[in-house]
């Protein structure tokens, strides 16, 4: 079996004559939690597109378990078992924690027999349970997203992904806009959906954020990659350095000694 569950080979992607990847390569090992960082501008949303089916690379390969695919829909990434939360988390804020948490995929009971409607005491109940199983407890199944923190909602968000089989988790700067608590309980279930054997690509700017989670790290940097490491190859400072450009800051740091702003 290919110790990889997924990989990306030398990919690039152009749009027009703008280079957005160029020549990027990203192995996710199964059961690993892999921080991709990168500041703004760096080609982090174009390469969680790619990842997720919305975009074929225009170079290189995309293979997942060893077998090398291209995706011409997110639909064909999800039956693969590639799941991807975005930031917006695609969920309803005036629509139940039962109604998102089934969007789409909603338990159908039949009435007199014949009439399809959804169970929404079914839903109510197994929405309720795999939350509780991922460390979440929520007051109602029936109360609106709306009404929950954005902790609370990126939680929803990622347990829904693993409930229905995700075997990926890619996660596009889950912990962004959120408290210090809010933040903590997200890196707790990134935490408990590695012990599940999921593997989880964590995009985030925030290193640290990234490196007490993160088993291996990949750098990008206006759509190239300056490298993966492991974590016992590499200290938080050392992959800060690299974010913020290295020998490059440090000149940009010496410029403005003495300046008052």
Known sequence: MNDH?????????????????????????????????????????????????????????????GKAVRFCSPREALDLGIAT?????????????ARNFFMGREPIKKIFGLLPVMDHELAARTASEKLREM?????????????????????????????????????DEPTAALGVKQSVNVLKLISKARSRGISVIFITHNVNHAYPIGDSFTLLNRGKSL???????????????????????????????????
């Open 85 to 97: 939360v975005y930031q917006d988390l695609a969920l309803v804020p005036l629509m139940s924690v």
């Open 135 to 171: 460390g979440i407890r929520i007051r109602d199944a029936d109360q609106m997203i709306g009404t929950m923190s954005g902790g609370e909602r990126q939680c929803l968000a990622i347990a829904r992904a693993i409930h229905f089989g995700a075997k990926v988790l890619i996660l």
């Open 227 to 261: 490298g993966t490491y492991l974590k016992q190859e590499v200290s938080k400072e050392e992959v800060l350095d690299m974010m913020a450009g290295g020998e490059e800051m440090q000149k940009l740091m010496a410029d403005l000694d003495g300046v008052t702003i």
């Open 5 to 65: 569950i997924l990989q990306l080979e030398d990919v690039s992607k152009f749009f027009g004559s703008v280079i957005a990847l160029n020549g990027v390569t990203l192995r996710l090992r199964r059961g690993e939690v892999h921080c991709l960082l990168g500041d703004n501008g760096a080609g982090k949303s174009t390469l969680i597109k790619t990842l997720a089916g919305v975009h074929a690379p225009d170079k290189g390969e995309y293979l997942v378990e």
